[in-house]
């Protein structure tokens, strides 16, 4: 970034992780100003769209909204190859309505100008994106977007009308579902007018909500009524033209007329009885409007769409699903569920009666590779296969949810059909069709239909089922074209899935697959951040950075998951296995769904810890659950639950029997610098240890609490006395004999130690007793040397532990000014960050068993001082990697850094969501963050590894900061490649900065050599070592690469290989050949252009317009075979010449530069050049002396070109190579010219003064000395600056 806009003082946004699908989590679900019906206005939120780019899935791209952006994967890796700008905001009256409709107060409506993108289709070979979207709080798309690329051109509001109208039941407009309808041919204007150019064709389907919560069981009935007797005659010619596709050019007949009266249109309020709107929106490279406006009146009032389709050879014609009005429903008229629309006459041509009363809504349509049959999807989970031309249902397929042991939803609905069209399943004799439901399963049938033996019926087969395939239920899935692969996305699974179907018996399999969290994480930590924050995978003190580091991430409430994220390729992310087979465990004991498998899996991570010095050896992961006392080890290396479990012996681990006591949850847990041992601390006040590679209990602190049982431990921190004991009863009868004053005197020296032993455990256990936590441990730390154990808890207790003895220290306990909640230590300074419930955080120094420092909390009471504290709940806390930087994140919305030396803060950030978790990575260049209701990781970078930073006093507000978005992967140059292959050369040879956000502006032109910042300076060619290197040495370059012999025949050559010598006499022929393949691949384009025209035809009388086109495409053809002779012909004849009347083109240049008054271009010109065309080009200048006549004038300018480069003090190094070479090449003919000069100097020869020859000659000699004194300036120059800089360095190395 530029500027600091959206960044604070030390960190600005960088980039997020983990975010793959445009989430709709169900809390804020009920928030949303939108119909009770969940199918309406969700129906194709995060809905992607396949682009394929050729026959296999290499070169097949998909587009995936993600919030406000849209990003297009490749199928091959399913990593992001381009990510777009941001969504502009949508019209000021749509944002009025979220902010009045919703409490702007609440923390968890802030940001409600933020967009949200809905659905959006590509162009790869337009390199255009549309894109609907709409306010993220308002629930609904209202606009649509057009995007170049990644930058958005073109904002349309799709309801403009709604701005003169109030909040009501009528204005809950949205837009369902965008079809593409092909491409159409457009005259250009302005530069490039009277060409003509492709523009994308698109339907935009737009519905109003009724509002009416009506019962479940009347959304079944559904009634169909027949067509109009006005529109019999048009029904009757569009669907008998329905399968043949009419091959006409209509853009002529769209005038500028046309185009005012549909955008004046979609300006009109649509009539009371209007549900549905259609808007054909046309976009170019360049610009996007809308052309038409068909409002669903007639036979399509009262009905609400849902979906749509183009369905395959209907010219100008979508088929419309959805359900009728609940008034409509509810009263006498008949009412229909999906409408056949022309587009272009804007004509309601039928209504379908073949479904049934009990289908309930349309929820999806998909095309069959059959023409005029189409697949359709219900809310009641039925899909029926339907014959459009006949109005007939061929056959229907029924779904229905599983039962658990939770409730679960009474309807199955069909989320998304997709049919494969592979001929592998052609020849095993199947076809089939995948079905996805809100369930998250996927069922996959045989269309084949099997009679029935029994009462001779034919039903079709279901020939696998995939269970909660995606968590929330399918997005969408659709199979590759041509190949056995199906590609799903979810509502709520944050993943993308693709499933190969190779198994003999039809199952699937993941072939690849990325996926994310599906709850806001709500831990992060760095993997292995080494010792003092160090570390093995980055390290600032050996040059590497944390560009390629790895996060390890806890997923929240409902997601039972630990991910590893890489920040530097996507497809290293992976999610950590906590069993080998847990899907076949789940089956074994009749588990379905994600609740069962859930059952499987560990509860929700509670806290973890990492050490990375013995992770070859055994696992170096550690991990504690909610609501759970043992603890897991885990291998990174292996990505696996794979070490024993820690727990003390009395704790029973089969789920059958008694579990362990609530006092024994874990609550927090840390690993020792050595890797060998674990410290659990508990609910109870108790810290368990355990040693990592065997399980086995190592002690407690304090150290008799590990064999004690519940009662016991109960006994023990109320100090009740046990009865019946022996031991007690012998104490007490001493203790009465003592306070008589009278000793027995037959009591030997045994038992006065005895009693000294007693007397001294008695106080030793008070110690304990007194330095015991008596509330949960919240924290816990270990030193370098493990010889010292930090625990704080929720009573307010620090405590200092001896790590060998389990002993407290004697200042033990030290008593805080508030319950603690987090603990963090660095080992380095031994300093400790302890978190308070008053929101304020206390520095512990363990060397000095003292508070050293207090950041906020009740010491910061005053409204004065109130903003050097946080307002909420501290969430997490971290040292910077040397110890002087605190990092607290609040939930208040607030991170702040703390200067620990100075006290102050220097910096403070404000976030839309508030954090919830943070980590920095081991060298401090990047700050992840994790935030409340948002799935992905942010990735913030520190501004002071590249730019200075001024950290002067405490900010007095917090900066808002940005969020972080997704970013195309660097390494996917060959997928973006592949992504342009079809793309216009003018298109396709912009520059592609644009991918990153960058604008052309802030790219450097690499023909410009760097100029100086200041006058004095000399600055440097930036030219590979080897271009100025080799003219040094081009000699003994040159006797190196001589070749030893000569080329010889091999001896031994099959006899349909022909050798020979020079080069292929073929060469023309080839290129005439390439030439008429170009012609003829003009033609082809020109005759597929014509057929997209078919795509807005109408007119069955199109013989004109064929004509028409075929002129249009023979002329194209002809002038394209002109254009190419053209090429040919100067070609031809410049190969007839073989005498070359100029001597090199560094010499034309001279001649020509030396009219004009400026060399620069001679130093231009040989930096494209290599060293042995260099050489050629001095060389030819001047022959020898025998060519003074005309070469003595090059060599002059040559060295006037020379005297200019160097007072220019530009390209350095590469001139003083120039010059050398130039010296070099012709030092004969210099110093002759300089010893003629010199003895006509001494002659005085005044006959021969006049001479113009020898004119030259002393001319070309004062140059030359000019020359010399220019270079042995600024070699001085250089050289003093470098003695300079070396005696200072000297000076200063000896100082230290």
């Known amino acids: 970034q530029t500027d600091d806009a959206g960044s604070s003082r030390l960190f600005q946004p960088h980039r997020s992780l983990g975010l793959l699908t445009a989430a709709h989590p169900a809390a804020n679900a009920k928030n949303l100003s939108y119909s009770p019906s969940s199918h309406l206005f969700l129906s194709k939120r995060g809905k992607f ?121 009528k204005n809950r407009w949205g837009i369902v579902d965008m079809i593409n309808l092909g491409k159409r ?142 008034a409509a429903r509810n009263g006498t008229k008949q009412t229909t569920s999906m409408i056949l629309l022309n587009v272009r006459s804007g004509k309601m041509l039928h209504s379908f009666q073949c479904l049934s009363n009990s289908d309930g809504i349309i929820t999806t349509l998909e095309q069959s590779p059959a023409v005029d049959t189409v697949a359709v999807g219900t809310s009641t989970g039925s899909a029926h296969l339907i014959n459009t031309l006949h109005d007939v249902e061929l056959f229907s397929l029924h779904h229905k949810g599983k039962q658990t042991s939770k409730k679960s939803r009474p309807d199955n609905a069909v989320s998304s059909i997709s049919f494969r069209t592979d001929g592998n399943a052609t020849r095993q004799g199947v076809a089939p069709l995948a079905v996805g439901c809100d369930d998250g399963s996927v069922s996959v049938w045989d269309l084949t239909p099997v009679e029935d033996d029994n009462d001779g019926t034919t039903r079709r087969t279901l020939l696998t089922q995939m269970e909660a395939t995606h968590h929330g239920g399918v997005s969408k899935l659709q199979y590759l074209p041509g190949e056995p692969l199906l590609l799903s996305t979810g509502m709520a699974s944050n993943s993308v899935l693709l499933h190969v179907f190779d198994a003999p018996d039809h199952s699937g399999r993941i ?55 890489s920040t530097a390729r996507t497809n290293l992310d992976k999610e950590y296995s906590q069993g080998p087979g847990l899907e076949r465990k789940a089956k074994k004991l009749g588990l379905v769904g994600p609740e069962g498998r859930a059952e499987l899996l560990l509860p929700e991570v509670a806290g973890l810890a990492t050490s990375e010095a013995r992770s070859r050896d055994w696992g170096d992961l550690v991990t504690i659950h909610k609501d759970h006392a043992m603890a897991y080890v885990w291998s990174t290396k292996r990505g696996s639950q794979t070490g024993p479990v820690l727990r003390q012996p009395q704790w029973n681990v089969s789920a059958m029997k008694k579990r362990p006591p609530r006092t024994a949850h874990a609550t927090s847990v840390a690993i020792s610098a050595c890797g060998n041992f674990a410290l659990v601390g508990t609910v109870g006040g108790v810290v368990y240890k355990y040693n990592i590679q065997s399980g086995i209990p190592r002690g407690s602190f304090p150290r008799d609490a590990a064999s004690l049982t519940e009662e016991e431990e109960r006994r023990r921190k109320k100090g009740i006395k046990v009865a019946g004991d022996v031991g007690r009863t012998m104490r007490m009868l001493e203790k009465n004999s003592m306070k008589g004053g009278v000793m027995p005197s037959d009591v030997d020296q045994a038992e006065r130690d005895r009693i000294s032993f007693m007397e001294a455990e008695e106080k030793r256990k008070a110690i304990v007793q007194r330095a015991s936590h008596e509330g949960a441990v919240v924290g816990i730390a270990i030193d370098s040397l493990n010889k010292t154990v930090v625990t704080v808890g929720a009573d307010s207790k620090l405590v200092l532990w001896n790590f060998v003895t389990h002993m407290p220290n004697k200042k033990s306990p030290i008593m805080l000014p508030s319950p603690a909640t987090k603990l963090t230590h660095v080992r380095d300074s031994d300093l400790a960050a302890i978190a308070m419930r008053d929101f304020g955080v206390a520095v512990f120094d363990c060397s000095s068993l ?5 950041f906020g909390g009740s010491r910061y009471a005053s409204p004065d001082a109130m ?74 970078c520190d501004k002071t590894f590249f730019r200075m930073v001024l950290l002067d006093g405490t900010p007095s507000e917090p900066a808002k900061m940005n969020e972080p978005q997704p970013v195309a992967e660097c390494e996917q140059e060959e997928a973006e490649q592949s992504l342009s292959i079809s793309m216009p050369r003018s298109v396709a040879a912009k520059d592609d900065s644009s991918i990153n956000g960058d604008n052309d502006e802030d790219g450097t032109n690499d023909g410009v050599p760097p100029q100086a910042k200041e006058e004095g300076l000399i600055t440097l060619s930036g030219l590979p070592p080897g271009h100025w290197k080799n003219l040094f040495h081009l000699e003994l370059v040159k006797e190196r690469n001589k070749p030893k012999e000569a080329p010889q025949k091999p001896p031994q050559a099959p006899f ?90 560094l010499a034309d240049l001279l001649q020509n530069c030396s009219d004009e008054g400026s060399y620069s271009e001679v130093t231009r010109y040989l930096s494209s050049m290599g060293p042995s065309s260099i050489d050629v080009e001095i060389s030819s200048l001047c022959y020898g002396a025998h060519d003074l006549d005309d070469g003595l004038h090059l060599l002059h300018l040559a060295s006037l070109w020379l005297v200019e480069a160097c007072e220019s003090n530009q390209s350095f190094e590469a001139v003083n190579a120039y010059l050398h070479r130039f010296l070099h090449v012709h030092s004969n003919i210099i110093i002759q010219i300089d010893t003629d000069v010199k003895e006509d100097e001494k002659g005085n020869l005044t006959e021969d003064e006049e001479d113009p020859q020898k004119l030259k000659l002393k001319e070309f000699a004062h140059t030359i000395a000019q020359l010399r004194q220019k270079q042995k300036a600024a070699s001085n120059r250089l050289q003093g600056k470098m003695q300079h800089t070396i005696c200072l360095l000297r000076h200063l190395s000896r100082m230290v």
């Not at 100075?902 to 963050?929: I, K, Q, R, Y």
Request: aromatic share 4%; proline share 5%; charged share 25%.
């Open 1056 to 1145: 349909f290989l022909q050798w020979r010598s020079g080069i292929d006499s073929s060469t023309n022929d080839g290129a005439d050949n390439a030439g008429n393949v170009d012609t003829s691949a003009t033609n082809d384009m020109s005759n597929k252009d014509d057929g997209w025209d078919a795509v807005w035809s109408d007119d069955e009388n199109g013989d004109d317009a064929d004509n028409n086109a075929d002129t249009i495409s023979e002329e194209v053809s002809d002038e394209a075979t002109q254009a190419q002779t053209d090429e040919v012909e100067p070609t031809k004849a410049t190969k007839r010449r073989k005498v070359v009347h100029h001597r090199s083109k």
């Open 850 to 854: 003292s508070i050293v420092r207090y």
């Open 185 to 326: 041919r457009m005259a250009m204007t302005g530069e490039k007018e009277g060409k003509m150019e492709n523009t994308l064709l698109l339907a935009i389907v737009c519905a109003r909500d009724d509002v009416v919560k009506t019962n479940k069981k009347d959304n079944a009935g559904v009634d169909v009524v027949g067509n109009d007797s006005d529109d019999e005659s048009d029904d009757e010619s569009d669907l008998a033209g329905e399968s043949n596709a009419v091959t006409s050019s209509s853009s002529s007949s769209d005038s500028s007329e046309d185009d005012e009266k549909s955008i004046a249109d979609s300006e009109t309020t649509p009539a009371n009885d209007c549900y549905g709107r259609v808007l054909i929106v046309q976009a170019s490279r360049t610009s996007m409007k809308i052309i038409k406006t068909v409002d669903l009146s007639g036979i399509g009032s009262n009905f609400i769409p849902h979906v749509g389709l183009h369905p395959a050879t209907y010219v100008n014609k979508i088929l419309l699903g959805g359900r009728p009005t609940s």
């Open 867 to 940: 903003r050097l504290s946080h307002t909420g709940p501290i969430s997490d806390m971290g040292f910077g990697p040397d110890g002087r930087k605190l990092f607290t994140s609040s939930l208040d919305g607030t991170i702040r850094v703390w200067d620990v030396p100075t006290g102050l803060c220097v910096d403070w950030m404000s976030f839309a969501s508030p954090p919830t978790s943070m980590a920095l990575s081991p060298t401090g260049e990047f700050l992840a963050t994790s935030h409340v209701g948002r799935l992905g990781i942010s990735l913030w």
């Open 49 to 169: 769209h396949l682009q394929p780019q050729g026959q296999s899935s290499e070169e097949t791209f998909v587009t995936v909204p993600l919030g406000e952006r849209f990003q297009i994967l490749t199928i091959s890796k399913l990593v992001p190859t381009l990510v777009s700008r941001a969504l502009p905001p949508s019209s000021e009256h749509h944002r009025m309505r979220v902010l009045r409709s919703i409490d702007t107060s609440n923390a968890q409506y802030s940001g409600g100008d933020e967009e949200e993108m809905h659905q959006a289709i590509s162009d790869s070979s337009l390199s255009v994106t549309v894109a609907t979207h709409g306010p993220k709080l308002l629930g609904r798309a209202v606009s649509v977007t057009l995007y170049s690329r990644t930058r958005p051109l073109v904002c349309l509001d799709a309801f403009p009308f709604l701005a003169e109208k109030k909040t009501g039941r």
């Open 511 to 565: 072939l690849r697959q990325r996926k994310g969290h599906t709850s806001p994480p709500r831990l992060l930590r760095y993997l292995h951040p080494g010792v003092g924050g160090g570390g093995i995978l980055a390290n600032a003190s050996d040059g590497t950075d944390a560009a390629s580091c790895q996060i390890l991430s806890c997923g929240g409430p409902g997601d039972l998951s630990l991910r590893l994220f």
